[in-house]
């Protein structure tokens, strides 16, 4: 890879002389403010994809009234081309424990649980024996705050929080309506942090190193580095911790074979960047924002094809409760391959255009929402290749 | 009582007689009997005291909680893009082939039962499929096969 990219180990360092656990020590002597302002200064921005501002999370959490909150660690990677999350939690899953409980310590909750989707229900025994030796050392340490692993049965919308209550609520994994946000009502109605599995490590580190070296990572808008999951049409595919804030031409000169027409930012719910754009895209909060998804298609790729995969893969996760949502959809799908059969005029690409307009303003959750964010961007940029 | 009864019994006293403990209880099901039948569905109904259409609603909206009989071992093939892109109709073909079966199919020994999956979260290493619950990246089609025949002799 050329070295242009700057490549970083956060997530992923071992320290061995402090574990997670003596930084969970550590770190819980402090005023709970402190580590707020801290987490605030730094500028950390949830990592699933959406980029709250994590420090102002807690705060919300925090100031709630309740006997009872919960802290919630979202594992439910599911968004084509990701894959990081598993990885953090095969490698690391002591500085997720950590995270978790700073969290708790935080915002006053005692239970913490992992939601791990069904996919990687063969993490669960390393997973769980690693939680078993995490709980004993935090007892002992005196820490009040155990963790528990949820699983998922294979539905990507329960990735989408409040869907992701609902499941563990027992029910069906349809998203509720906002507000009340989770800050507020989110598990078993009460004040809850969900944050991503990324994110959690990123506050333990923080809570380790200090913000000031996170805050010297990225830029003013996207500060600090991201794990980036970089697949399709490349010799190198794999993780990467790279710092955000980076244009996209000089990632497909680390990492594309020569050939790449469009790289796929975010995930199918993300944006499709065509070549000619490579150079004023900035991957990072201010440009295209990213879960961490890199997908690399190269000019043997047909984007009809792409297209046509995502939209199959939505029609089948959207959740059906709806109608914008679960119909549209299959609208989307139906009418790009009517197009590309001649039974459509190419000028039916316009008025499904305007399908994801409405369904960027009526659907529930972000599911129906992002559709448009694939949609929009292969056919304002390879039209041609959708209609002939 | 039957097996089935006993078994329901058994995962909600484990996990406590509340609605939070549903998603448990049915994925305690599947892991043991591979599906959820009319009696398990309705066996959780009464233990959890919810109503059977309560029941059937949350089972029939997951993926991984069939309500219609499954093989032993259950092939689920990645179908998502980067899978797409790296092979994997060529691994379906080749396992629909071997098992005589098509996707959603189930062989007549009531060994396997053959499905696609919705990205498994392995895009750097495809075509990869989970066998139950265990993950088989980079796969080839002489791979995939030799996979299936490991589980074919009972061997995993």
């Known amino acids: 890879m050329e070295n242009n990219l700057k490549k970083v180990d956060i997530i992923f360092e071992i320290d061995e002389k402090q574990s997670p656990l003596a930084i969970l020590e550590k770190t819980v002597k402090r005023p709970a403010d402190e580590i707020i302002l801290d987490l605030i200064d730094s500028g950390l921005k949830g990592r699933g994809g959406a980029g709250f501002p994590t420090g102002l999370k807690w705060k919300f959490t925090r100031n709630e009234d309740n006997e009872v909150k919960y802290v919630i660690c979202n594992a439910d990677e599911g968004e084509p081309g990701t894959f990081k999350d598993r990885e953090i939690i095969d490698r690391v899953p002591e500085k997720i424990f950590a995270g978790m409980a700073i969290c708790g310590f935080v915002i006053g909750a005692k239970e913490g649980y992992i939601y791990l989707r069904g996919e990687y229900n063969f993490l669960l025994k390393n997973l769980q024996k690693k939680l078993d030796e995490f709980n004993a050392g935090m007892k002992k340490a005196g820490i009040e705050f155990t963790i528990y692993i949820k699983s998922g049965s294979g539905a990507y919308v329960c990735g989408e929080e409040s869907a992701l209550f609902e499941s563990m609520e027992g029910k069906r994994g349809e998203p509720r309506n906002k507000p009340p946000y989770p800050t507020v009502a989110g598990y078993n109605s009460k004040p809850t942090v969900i944050n991503n599995v990324e994110t959690l490590v990123y506050t333990t580190m923080i809570c380790h190193m200090g913000p000031e070296r996170f805050k010297a990572l990225g830029t003013k808008d996207s500060r600090g580095s991201k794990v980036f999951s970089v697949s399709g049409d490349t010799p190198i595919s794999g993780i990467y911790e790279l710092e955000l804030g980076m244009p996209l031409n000089e990632f497909v000169d680390g990492f594309g074979d020569g050939d790449t027409k469009a790289v796929q930012v975010g995930g199918a719910s993300g944006h499709c960047v065509p070549r000619k754009k490579f150079n004023d895209t900035i991957i990072g909060f201010e440009g295209i924002p990213t879960g961490g998804s890199m997908m690399i298609f190269n000019s043997t790729r047909s984007m009809y094809n792409v297209l046509h995969d995502y939209l199959e893969f939505f029609t089948e996760e959207s959740c059906g409760q709806c109608t914008p949502c679960r119909v549209g959809c299959q609208q989307l799908l139906k009418g790009i391959e009517a197009v590309k059969r001649g039974e459509r005029p190419p000028a039916y690409l316009d008025d499904l255009k305007k399908l994801t307009a409405t369904m960027k303003i009526a659907a529930k959750c972000g599911l129906g929402q992002s559709v448009g964010n694939p949609f929009n961007s292969i056919i304002d940029n390879f039209r041609e290749e959708i209609i002939y | ?156």
Request: glycine content about 6%.
């Open chain 2, 1 to 156: 009582m039957s097996t089935t009864e006993v078994l329901v019994k058994e995962l909600v006293e484990k996990n406590g007689k509340t609605r939070n403990s549903l998603m448990p209880v049915l994925q305690g099901i599947v892991h043991n009997e591979h599906f959820l039948s009319e009696e398990a569905l309705l066996c959780v109904a009464r233990e959890l005291d919810l109503s059977a259409a309560d029941v059937y609603g949350t089972a029939s909206f997951y993926t991984f909680l069939d309500t219609v009989p499954r093989g032993k071992n259950i092939v689920r093939v990645c179908k998502t893009i980067t899978c797409h892109m790296k092979g994997k109709d060529e691994i379906i073909k080749a396992l629909g082939n071997a098992l005589k079966i098509k996707v959603g199919e189930t062989t007549n020994d009531k060994k396997f039962t053959l499905l696609t999956a919705n990205c498994l979260g392995w895009c750097h290493k495809g075509p990869v499929m989970l066998v139950n619950d265990d993950i088989y990246p980079d796969l080839t089609t002489q791979k995939a096969l030799e996979i299936i025949e490991e589980y074919a002799k009972d061997v995993k």
